[in-house]
């Protein structure tokens, strides 16, 4: 009797844990952002300043070590993930960077959802062409 009590206890517990939403796809909230290009000249001076169209946006979930999904920015150089769940969330896009042995570095923001149905709005990632 008490071993059934335990394994239904178990259940439950596990039950429990599995409804639990951590970061990701699924929920009401949306994050939206620009990405920004200072464009400079082979002399390293400054030549422009626009909003970055069909430039690659990753995101990351939580704590991932890895991006787990990616968009491409608007003509405007805006763009929306959505359908998110409450908690921690970064984007990312890859910078030109002259002292990194790629030619390349991320830029990152970092923003948090409170609670399910936030539109958040994302800083600025500004980054070099």
Same mark, same amino acid.
């Given at each position: 009797?008490?071993?059934?009590?335990?394994? *239904?206890?178990?259940?439950?517990?596990?039950? =429990?844990?599995?409804?639990? +939403?951590?970061?990701?796809?699924?929920?009401?909230?949306?994050?939206?952002?620009? /990405? =920004? /290009?200072?464009? #400079? @000249?082979?002399?390293?001076? =400054? +030549?422009?300043?626009?909003?970055?169209?069909?430039?690659?946006? #990753?995101?990351?979930?939580?704590?991932?070590?890895?991006? @787990? @999904?990616?968009?491409?920015?608007?003509? @405007?150089?805006?763009?929306?993930?959505?359908?998110? $769940?409450?908690?921690?969330?970064?984007? $990312?896009?890859?910078?030109?960077?002259?002292?990194?042995?790629?030619? %390349?570095?991320? %830029? $990152? *923001?970092? %923003?948090?959802?409170?609670?399910?149905?936030?539109? %958040?709005?994302?800083?600025?990632?500004?980054?070099?062409?």
């Amino acid at each position: 009797m008490r071993k059934k009590g335990l394994i *239904a206890c178990i259940s439950l517990l596990t039950l =429990l844990a599995a409804c639990q +939403k951590t970061e990701g796809e699924g929920g009401s909230s949306s994050i939206t952002g620009y /990405v =920004l /290009v200072n464009d #400079y @000249d082979s002399q390293g001076d =400054l +030549k422009d300043i626009y909003y970055a169209p069909n430039e690659t946006i #990753y995101i990351i979930y939580g704590d991932n070590s890895i991006y @787990d @999904d990616s968009k491409r920015t608007s003509y @405007d150089g805006g763009y929306k993930f959505t359908d998110l $769940f409450p908690g921690n969330y970064k984007m $990312f896009a890859y910078s030109k960077c002259d002292t990194c042995a790629s030619g %390349v570095e991320p %830029v $990152f *923001a970092t %923003v948090n959802i409170e609670h399910k149905g936030m539109k %958040v709005d994302a800083p600025l990632i500004t980054i070099r062409k």
